[in-house]
């Protein structure tokens, strides 16, 4: 099997062919990508907004190429199909995470590189991400965005508390542990650890215990930061 390309490589290639290009020469959006759509993997997406007037939610974003990545938490493709701003189906993701980064490169026609945490249809997730804006002495027509998923983690059906216990045991299996190990390190029995975990899971509602542990993490990555309302907020839902 081919060596998927890493993602700072497509980034490399998108820079290199956005520096040649010139404002006094407006270039095409694809003069731009072209050169990297062989090189995304199953994780990559690559989007082009099209920038028609002054109101965001009127801009279109057209899937140049979709990821092939399939997941049962969220289907991004459907969810980002061809469409206005104004008509995507999460608009806080929209308003949050997209619109606000889109209007700064605009003004700046710089590009910017980011790793992304925020929500989208109520999952967490975070991707890297390179925004690309036409150089042009007047108004950009076009803005590149690529990105590369990183992780996608579904919130628990219900929200419970763990007792000390647990989170010890939680915290172990985040750290590698086995199960044995888990017991092992916190002077209790196999049978306990695997007690509570079957507990764990039928009160967060998990398949099993990968699950609830992803579960478990994205939890956490809900919690308010203190002094800044949002767990997710170091990029300010993007």
Same mark, same amino acid.
């Given at each position: 099997?081919?060596r998927? !390309?890493? $993602?700072a490589? %497509?980034?490399? /290639?998108?820079?290199?062919?956005w520096?040649?290009? !010139?404002?006094?020469q407006?270039a095409?959006?694809?003069? %731009? =990508?072209? &050169?990297v759509l062989?090189?995304?993997?199953i994780?990559? /997406?690559l989007t082009?907004?099209t920038?028609? &007037?002054?109101?965001?939610? /009127?801009?279109?974003?057209?899937a140049i190429r979709?990821s092939r $990545?399939?997941?049962r938490v969220?289907? #991004?493709?459907?969810?980002?199909?061809?469409c206005r701003?104004?008509?995507?189906?999460?608009?806080? $993701?929209?308003?949050?995470?997209?619109?606000? @980064?889109?209007q700064?490169?605009?003004?700046? *026609? *710089?590009?910017?590189?980011?790793?992304v945490k925020?929500r989208?249809? &109520?999952?967490?997730? &975070? =991707?890297?991400?390179?925004l690309?804006?036409?150089?042009?002495?007047g108004r950009?027509k076009?803005?590149i965005s690529?990105?590369?998923a990183q992780?996608m983690?579904?919130?628990?059906?219900?929200?419970? !508390?763990l007792?000390v216990?647990?989170?010890a045991i #939680?915290?172990?299996? %985040?750290?590698?542990? !086995?199960?044995?190990?888990t017991a092992?390190?916190?002077?209790?029995?196999?049978?306990?650890v695997e007690h /509570?975990?079957?507990r764990m899971k039928? @009160? =967060?509602g998990?398949r099993? %215990?990968?699950?609830l542990v992803?579960?478990?993490?994205?939890?956490?990555?809900d919690?308010p930061?203190?002094g800044?309302g949002?767990a997710m907020?170091?990029t300010?839902?993007?």
């Open positions: 099997m081919a998927e !390309t890493p $993602f490589v %497509v980034t490399r /290639r998108l820079l290199d062919a520096i040649q290009t !010139t404002p006094a407006p095409a959006a694809e003069d %731009v =990508y072209r &050169g062989d090189l995304l993997s994780k990559m /997406r082009l907004i920038v028609e &007037g002054g109101d965001p939610l /009127r801009w279109h974003m057209k979709h $990545f399939a997941s969220l289907n #991004i493709n459907k969810i980002f199909a061809d701003l104004g008509d995507f189906k999460d608009q806080s $993701f929209m308003r949050g995470a997209v619109i606000p @980064r889109l700064e490169v605009l003004v700046s *026609q *710089q590009p910017v590189t980011e790793l925020t989208l249809m &109520g999952v967490n997730l &975070g =991707y890297d991400r390179i690309l804006p036409q150089k042009n002495a950009p076009w803005i690529s990105s590369c992780f983690l579904s919130p628990p059906q219900r929200r419970e !508390t007792d216990a647990d989170e #939680i915290q172990l299996l %985040v750290e590698g542990a !086995t199960a044995k190990e092992a390190t916190l002077g209790i029995s196999h049978r306990t /509570r975990l079957e039928q @009160r =967060y998990a099993n %215990v990968v699950h992803s579960m478990l993490i994205a939890t956490h990555l919690r930061s203190p800044n949002s907020a170091e300010a839902d993007d």
